[in-house]
């Protein structure tokens, strides 16, 4: 081998063990939630974090925070699709859900009552995403999260 393709091969392998795990964070970054749909005046796929604390299901993106207290939550799912049956709530949804249908992600819908109305939130994520979060949520609310894998 020559030296100069030597160099290449180097300086290839370094590029790759030094950008690997930067690319790797960035690809499964396990808190990226987008709110696709709902009643909140939330920007449509504003991008953030879910917590669950020991009183709130919390949803914080762009400076904003969203808190859902556990014992105001009515329902939850999380599906592949929006079910037709939130689709079909008469709520006064700032952004209205659709039947989109996500492969290797799905939608994790938070129906809650508050001030005497219905609200809803809809979070777009990864399937492995969310499946650490959903034992704690069903522990935290008493309520399960409804759940199917087409």
């Known amino acids: 081998m020559n030296k100069s393709r030597t160099v290449k091969t180097v300086a290839l392998v370094t590029a790759i063990v030094l950008l690997a795990p930067q690319a790797w964070a960035r690809s499964h970054d396990e808190s990226v939630f987008k709110y696709v749909a709902g009643t909140e005046p939330i920007p449509k796929h504003c991008t953030g974090k879910l917590e669950v604390t020991e009183t709130d299901l919390v949803f914080q993106c762009g ?88």
């Open 63 to 150: 400076g904003q925070s969203l808190a859902v207290p556990y014992g105001a939550i009515t329902q939850m799912e999380f599906q592949p699709r929006v079910s037709k049956r939130i689709r079909k709530m008469k709520l006064a949804w700032a952004i209205k859900p659709t039947s989109a249908h996500g492969k290797h992600d799905g939608f994790f819908t938070v129906v809650y009552s508050g001030n005497g109305r219905t609200h809803a939130i809809i979070l777009r994520a990864r399937n492995d995403t969310m499946r650490p979060y959903m034992a704690e949520i069903d522990m935290k609310t008493g309520h399960p999260i409804e759940s199917r894998r087409d």
